[in-house]
């Protein structure tokens, strides 16, 4: 979010708002909604203002209504400190839920287990066979999956490369798939696993199916990766994790 603030004073003239607008939001909250702004939460700010927080085109935003109703101020509140008060709120109201939702969608979806099925802390990954930032990311969780701490679980997409995708289907449809992304982990410089055409005829669907899910969630890059922090929180990095992030993600100090 920019934080730029934008103040917007209604003027007396009547503006069309769109049925799906809730009618219980004053005109100066309503003049946002039309604009596409949703409202995923309200909570009581300082100065007398009401605080929203919500969406829009996929992003998270936050305003504040001031106490005469008639105007609302876009963007981050800071108190004497220089403390941000706005991002505890969107974590809280909008990107919490948001991360939660999306770990019900990741248990459901096409992947892969890496690590054993006992390992006691579960991250999930979106991960391309040609990322090259997917190869690093799996070779730094390598001592967490080895202790049995961890079980990284692979969502193949297919969205870098032309081959990306078969490649994925591949590995996903393989008869042992966890062995088969293990190989195209080890092969990574050598351009990775070999397409088998016949299995990714009848896997296709399933990457693509992935490859919605990455788009649906906002996702740009991989890997993606969703993981509990410590207080159970689900959180999400995109892209690849730096070292000093690893422990974070991973649940643990390394092995």
């Known amino acids: 979010m920019k934080p730029a603030v934008l103040a917007i004073a209604l003027s007396g003239a009547a503006m069309s708002t769109p049925l799906w607008a809730e009618e219980s939001h004053p005109d100066a909250v309503q003049q946002l909604i039309s604009r596409g702004v949703s409202i995923d939460g309200t909570f009581d700010a300082p100065g007398g203002m009401t605080g929203y927080v919500g969406n829009m085109q996929g ?3 936050a305003f504040y209504l001031t106490s005469d109703k008639q105007h609302v101020v876009v ?3 800071l108190d004497a400190k220089g403390e941000n008060l706005t991002e505890p709120k969107i974590q809280e109201l ?3 839920p948001q991360n939660e939702k999306a770990w ?7 992947w892969v287990r890496d690590g054993s099925p006992e ?6 990954t979106f991960t391309d066979p040609n990322c090259p930032y997917c190869h690093r990311f799996r070779q730094s969780a390598e001592p967490w ?3 049995g701490e961890v079980q990284l679980r692979h969502v193949m997409v297919g969205i870098l490369k032309e081959d990306s995708l078969p490649k994925a289907a591949t590995i996903l449809g393989a008869d042992d798939p966890e062995q088969a992304l293990a190989d195209n982990q080890n092969q990574h410089d050598q351009g ?3 397409v088998d055409r016949e299995i990714v005829s009848a896997n296709a669907r399933r990457v693509q199916a992935n490859n919605q899910l990455m788009s649906s969630l906002g996702l740009s890059a991989t890997p993606s990766t969703y993981y509990r922090d410590g207080n159970g929180t689900v959180q999400m990095k995109q892209g690849a994790p730096r070292p000093g992030e690893m422990e974070g993600i991973m649940g643990t100090p390394k092995p």
């Open 59 to 61: 992003r998270a935003v």
């Open 75 to 77: 963007g981050p509140m």
């Open 94 to 96: 909008v990107i919490g």
């Open 104 to 110: 019900g969608q990741l248990e459901n979806s096409e």
């Open 119 to 124: 390992a006691p802390v579960v991250v999930y």
């Open 145 to 147: 999956i080895e202790a």
């Open 192 to 194: 990775g696993i070999e």
